[in-house]
């Protein structure tokens, strides 16, 4: 009996999530952890996928285990954008005195002390899923691949508000995801407007997550002039980011309304 394209998938991911695992640990490499992240962003697509045909009761402390190393992942990376962002627009005193780079370092290095036990965890992890996997009948994935696809447009053609969009751009992923464990289908033309929607998608949201992280800021430091006066700097130009951003979603989805 030959695999299926999800169990083939699958441990593509299995050995490609230890792989960078490894020489994150061996490097403290920003790009390595970053890797690591998006293949646990994969896992967990899998994972979300079993969990809609089987309990979820039964893959609970696997969802768990899978989660708590990617918000550990995912905090770090938020980290290194807000840097980015500051590094960029030259707002040295935000940095320094908000957001220091030592502690990044201290994030990342806290990360590689436990990546001995996160391998013991992904590995627990991995053996459950594997039965899962293998059992699994190619037509689930495929089904679940087009239904992700009818929401997806289902959500466009209702003229979706900005609350909705990182709810959006997360079912675009599943369901770029899901597209690797199913046989080829005549998505090219959706599978290059979708890539353009998530993308533009992520791009506002990380503009999102620095302005809710500055503006957190503000009662820590209300008795220092010299932050404040950059808060109020940094605000303006994620305003005027943020407004830009929002745009070409919007341009986005437009288009697609008007094709279909």
Known sequence: MSQSLLHTYFKQRVKQVFNHLHDFDSSMSETDLHDFRVELKKMRAILKFLSKIYSKQKLKKSARL????????????????????????????????CFPEKRMHEMMQHFQQQTHLFKLELKELIDQLTDFVKTTNSILAEQYAIDLFAQINKIILKDCNASQWHDLRKRIKQWQYACNWIDEKDWNLEQAYFQKLQEAIGNWHDIETIQQNLVAQHKAYSNQIEVLMELTKASQVLEKSNKLRKREVQELLARKVISI
Do not use: H, P
Request: a negative charge.
């Open 66 to 97: 899978l989660s708590n190393i990617f918000q550990q992942a995912g905090d770090i990376r938020e980290y290194q954008l807000l840097i980015q962002w500051l590094d960029k627009n030259e707002m040295t005193v935000l940095k320094n005195q």
